[in-house]
């Protein structure tokens, strides 16, 4: 192996930031941009082509969590499936109470949509977390009012990995007749998803963070549940979400999320020993290095450490000199100065918060990358610490 700066490896570990589109699957959207570009509303052999590939992916994108075709919404993409998800819920149900619960460390597409519904007068409870980013579901049950319409919590902490206790939570709220949505953008296509079994009345997915193309996303809403659309226009998706759907969007979200549904044992194993090593590696290589997030109840592709007395942002910057891709806090928060909110939910202080580095792996990484990573990263965290003012033998 290499360590010179010229001969250099690139080494992407912000999976979760996003993925490259897969060879497959950018050639199943091919077709549909150009000679099959018809309008799947159209009433001839174009609009029939689209409107059943788009069906196809229907079916596909279901399978992946054991819903069925007809309970698929497709949305512009995991932000857009959050906001029909919580805002359609609070509107269609405003008339059976006021009350909603989310938890401290949700994704901002979920999180900032509670706070603009507070603004409309709806009363929110934010439960918290403990110091893995693991929810309580009994915060969740005390939470719970008689005007309580729904409860939001996600399956996989975008951060710090912690997958959340969704099959109990679903059970308290289906046991007070409460709706219950969960963002599972993270979890879908590594570790498997069950909505009946789970308990889930909504469920959010994304294609672009499982090797599917950006801007197109899906919302799964249980037969039986009613929500308010919040695009209104045509009747597309059988009237819960208006616009001319994006087709060539369509097909390759659900390409991917057949490959990733077909590949998930394997690929979730694979992955599991690649984390652990770097989460070994890295535990063991620098002093004064912690882990973030739950140390079992942890997605598959997600390293999350804490590096003391620096800050995440300039470790970044030295990492991607070598090649290596990486975020700190969540790609959102970076560049702000406030450290990241679920981090801080799980009581991190803000030094401990503002070190944090993530390494999200996915389906190109190898041994190889994680061996580069132990590699460089050491002697980096070194430099900088014997510049950095807060350093172990400052005093601080
Ligand atoms: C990426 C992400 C989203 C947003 O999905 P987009 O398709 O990028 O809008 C929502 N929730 C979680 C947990 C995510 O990781």
Request: hydrophobic share 40%.
């Amino acid at each position: 192996m290499s360590s010179q700066p010229n001969a250099q490896r690139q080494v992407y570990l912000d999976h979760s930031a996003t993925t490259p589109v897969r060879p497959e699957v950018l050639a199943a959207m091919l077709p549909y941009f150009a000679g099959k570009f018809g309008n799947a509303s159209s009433v001839h052999r174009w609009g029939y082509a689209a409107r059943e590939a788009i069906n196809d992916a229907r079916e596909k994108v279901a399978s992946l969590i054991e819903a069925s075709p007809n309970e698929i919404i497709f949305t512009s993409g995991g932000t857009e499936a959050d906001n029909l998800a919580i805002r359609g819920i609070a509107h269609a149900r405003k008339s059976k109470g006021n009350h909603l619960i989310t938890s401290q460390i949700e994704h901002h597409a979920v999180l900032h949509t509670f706070e603009a519904l507070q603004k409309e007068g709806f009363e929110v409870t934010f439960v918290p977390c403990d110091k893995y980013g693991l929810i309580d579901p009994d915060d969740v049950r005390r939470a719970i009012r008689k005007d309580t319409i729904l409860v939001s919590i996600m399956h996989g902490q975008n951060e710090v990995g912690t997958v959340e206790p969704i099959k109990q939570i679903g059970e308290i709220a289906r046991e007070h007749g409460v709706l219950f949505h969960t963002d599972a953008v993270q979890s879908a296509g590594k570790i498997p998803i069950d909505v009946k079994d789970m308990n889930v009345d909504l469920l959010t997915l994304s294609s672009h963070k499982i090797y599917g193309p950006k801007g197109v996303g899906a919302l799964y809403v249980r037969r039986g549940v009613r929500l308010t659309p919040q695009v209104t226009g045509g009747a597309h998706e059988r009237m819960r979400r208006a616009g001319t759907e994006n087709v060539p969007g369509i097909i390759g979200f659900g390409e991917a999320s057949r490959l990733a549904k077909a590949e998930l044992p394997e690929e979730a194993e694979r992955l599991s020993k690649l984390r652990d090593k770097l989460i070994e590696g890295l535990l063991r290589e620098i002093p004064d290095v912690a882990l973030n997030g739950h140390p079992v109840l942890r997605l598959p592709h997600n390293v999350n450490v804490s590096v003391k007395y620096l800050e995440g942002e300039s470790i970044l910057l030295n990492l991607d000199r070598m090649g290596v891709a990486a975020s700190s806090g969540s790609a959102c928060t970076s560049g702000s100065l406030e450290p990241s909110h679920v981090l801080l939910a799980m009581g991190l202080s803000h030094e401990t918060a503002h070190g944090s580095l993530r390494f999200s792996l996915g389906m190109s990484n190898t041994e190889e990358d994680v061996d580069y990573v132990l590699e460089i990263l050491p002697p980096i965290v070194g430099k900088l610490r014997a510049m950095s003012p807060l350093g172990p033998g400052s005093g601080l």
